[in-house]
Every structure is written in structure tokens, then in C-alpha cells.
């Protein structure tokens, strides 16, 4: 169905109600969307971005809906496929339209989409094209979450197009953000899962848009923000550097050795004033995990000992923490082990990324005994006077 924001401007994008897995890795809970806008100028028509392949059908459907017999622009804010997928297709049925974009998403349109590169448009960060009683002003957001992100704003509709940038997995029948406090999660998950390990770039371009007036913000997932300033917000908060006095233990247990020393460690961590979000690794949905990790002073991970070195679900763990570089400041290991093995080594050896400060483990002979609960009490000891030293206690 096409939507009409503003006057002459449409949602014709598609909703994905049953996607439940993004790039093989990240659950979609709550499905997702591929937003495209139709911008009918005066004397031109532009597309902003087009959607998944196996929406193809819906995005032409909705074209043709909103009457469109001519695009002369599709703008390409992203290479990713779940946006530039379908523009082979729009350029088959609209064959006088250009690709819009910068050098480096051409390249990779080119490479991946094996599109003509004689239909493209190069522009430049700044520039703008006008469509007669409407411009579009290209304003380059690198590294949200690709190198060559890029954004459209329409100063006469203080509309932002920013793509993944502020958008959030979520499948709805509404157009605008209705609920904040659902988008809020949403729209914080699907940060942790991409945008957090390029914290520092986001917090550039949060700085480049902040001269921008925006009153709406049309994002290529989820709902449309009418009122910009609380997803702004949001991504202020998430992205700068201060931590909560948080812990997100990460565990996994064979055979309840690890289990034990959790429960006792989590209490221990408690009592010491400090909030915790306990993850047992088998089966834990990715998502949820990495939104603790958005806020959490402090991540251990829980381990045994298997195949002489550690869990590869716990291993899993640490290196997808390392890949999402959250700014936790403070990191340590417990573990149980039945004779010996790398367990500890290859966990640390996993979070090279983390500018962390790693806290003196506790791994227990087997069952774990009352030296090993004295050990652990020491670790929450130690982890809640960093909290402390921080000003987070
Ligand atoms: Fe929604 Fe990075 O693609």
C-alpha cells in the first residue's frame, strides 16, 4: 500500500511479517520492514531506496498504486540487499531512471548487483538535486553500519531519509511510531545487533545532522518518526560513553558446575548493589543479549571446560562481544574445569577488541567447593569497587 507522508511524498515499501533471521545470524522477533519513499517533484520523480528481493513484487505493486509512470531517480542510500536488492528490477520497469549515489556505494552496487555502471549518478556529500518544488540534499553518514551509508533530507519537508540509521526490525500495520516505549526496544536491539561497534562514527553523525531542522525522520526499517527528538535521544544515550552499573553474565553449563558458581556470583553481584542480566548461552536469543551489552559496566562470562578448552558457546560469546564492541569497561571469566585445559586463555585470546580491563578469573576443580564461593564473592568484591571507582555505585 502507498502511504502518503506529505504532500507528494509516499511509503511504498514492504513489510516482512514472517522474516524471523537477518543475515543468518540476527532473530527478527518481530519481523521487519523494507521502507522505500516515492518523492513526486514538480518536474521529477525520485525513489529512496527499494527493498529486499522477495519484495520485488510488493514495491512495484505499490509504484504502480501510487501512480508513478515515470522515476527519474532511484537514491541509493545503501548497498546492502535488504534496499538495493530489488533496483535491478526498478530499473527494468522504469528504464530512464539513474542510480543515485556516492562512488563508494556505486562500487559496490556494481559488484554486488551487477548493475550497468553507466545508469549511475555519482553525487557528493552535501550536493543536491532538485526535483523541481522539492531537493533532495545528500548528507554522507559513513559506518551506520557500511562504509558508504549516506542519507537524503528534503529541507522543504524537513523529512530525513537516514536509511538503517535510527530504524528498528519491527513488522507493523502502522506507519508512524505509535507506541515509544516498543519502538524504544526495537529501535535498541537493531542498534546492539549493527550500529553499536561504530559507536564513534555514530556519534559523528549524530553531530552532522544536529544543525539539520528535522521534523520527521522516514528510517528504511520499522516505523516513521514523528517526533525525531526521541530516537535521537535514544541513540545519544546508547552511543556516548557513560556505563551503568550493570553486569551481563554469560554462561554455559554441562553438567551444573558453572551453574552453581553462576548463581552464587549473580547473588554475590546483587548484594553489592549491582544490576545483573544472567544469559544462559544455550539458546539464548543474540539480540537480547547484545542490547545488555549496550549499557553493562561489566561482562563475565561462565565457562566449563570441554574438548581441553572452553565451551564453544561460550567462545561464541566472547567473540561476538568482541565483534559488537560495547563500552564495557570491565571483563572476567569463571569457569570450572575437570583436569586442565586453554579455556582461559582462549576466552581472553577472543576479546582482543575490548579496551577492557580484565578482572583475575575464578575457575573451580570440578564441583566447585567453599574456597571456589570465597573466590567469587572476592571477584563481586572487586567488580563493585570498579563500580565504584566510575561513580556508578
Ligand atoms: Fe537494512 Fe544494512 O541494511
Redesign the pocket.
Known amino acids: 500500500m502507498a502511504n502518503e507522508l506529505k504532500p507528494n511524498i509516499y511509503s511504498v515499501g514492504a513489510v516482512d511479517w514472517d522474516r524471523r533471521l537477518f543475515d543468518e545470524l540476527i532473530p527478527l522477533p518481530d519481523g521487519t520492514s ?1 521502507n522505500a519513499y516515492l518523492i513526486k517533484g514538480s518536474e521529477k520523480t525520485a525513489l529512496l531506496d527499494a527493498v529486499d528481493p522477495a519484495k520485488t513484487t510488493v514495491l512495484l505493486d505499490n509504484l504502480v498504486k501510487a501512480g508513478t509512470e515515470q522515476i527519474d531517480y532511484i537514491v541509493a542510500h ?1 548497498a ?1 540487499q ?2 538495493s536488492g530489488a533496483i535491478p528490477d526498478v530499473l527494468l520497469f522504469y528504464p530512464d531512471a539513474k542510480v543515485v549515489t556516492n562512488a563508494k556505494c556505486k562500487a559496490m552496487l556494481v559488484d554486488h548487483l551487477h548493475i550497468d555502471p553507466d545508469r549511475f549518478l555519482v553525487v557528493e556529500d552535501g550536493q543536491e538535486l532538485s526535483l523541481g518544488d522539492k531537493t533532495l540534499r545528500f548528507v554522507f553518514i559513513p559506518w551506520v ?2 562504509p558508504e ?1 549516506m542519507a537524503t533530507y528534503i529541507p522543504q519537508d524537513k523529512i530525513l531519509f537516514p ?2 540509521f535510527f ?1 528498528s526490525h519491527l513488522a507493523t500495520s502502522s506507519l508512524y511510531v505509535e507506541d515509544e516505549p516498543m519502538v524504544y526496544e526495537a529501535a535498541k536491539r537493531y542498534y546492539a545487533e ?1 550500529m553499536m561497534p561504530f559507536r564513534a562514527a555514530i556519534k559523528n553523525n549524530l553531530k552532522k545532522i544536529a544543525d539539520l531542522q528535522i521534523e520527521m525522520i522516514a528510517p ?2 520499522g516505523p516513521v518518526y514523528q517526533r525525531p527528538q526521541f530516537i535521537i535521544d535514544a541513540y545519544k544515550d546508547w552511543a556516548g560513553d557513560d556505563v551503568k552499573n550493570e553486569a551481563v553474565v554469560a554462561y554455559v553449563s554441562m553438567h551444573g558446575s558453572v551453574r552453581k558458581m553462576v548463581e552464587h556470583f549473580v547473588d554475590a553481584l546483587i548484594e553489592r548493589g549491582i544490576k545483573v542480566r544472567q544469559f544462559n548461552l544455550s539458546g539464548v536469543d543474540i539480540g537480547e543479549l547484545a542490547m545488555a551489552l549496550v549499557d553493562a559496566a561489566t561482562v563475565v562470562i561462565g565457562t566449563p571446560t570441554v574438548l581441553v578448552g572452553a565451551h564453544p558457546l561460550a567462545a561464541y560469546a566472547a567473540m561476538l562481544t568482541n565483534a559488537l564492541r560495547p563500552k564495557t569497561r570491565f571483563v572476567s571469566v569463571i569457569g570450572s574445569s575437570g583436569w586442565s585445559g586453554k579455556m582461559l586463555e582462549q576466552i581472553t585470546g577472543l576479546i582482543g577488541n575490548l579496551k577492557v580491563d580484565v578482572i583475575e578469573p575464578v575457575v573451580a576443580k570440578g564441583l566447585p567447593r567453599d574456597a571456589d564461593f570465597e573466590s567469587l564473592d572476592k571477584l563481586a568484591d572487586k567488580i563493585a569497587a570498579k563500580h565504584k571507582e566510575i561513580g556508578l555505585i
Open positions: 523494507y545503501h546492502e535488504d534496499h553500519h557500511w551509508t536509511c538503517d530504524g549493527i528504511s526499517h
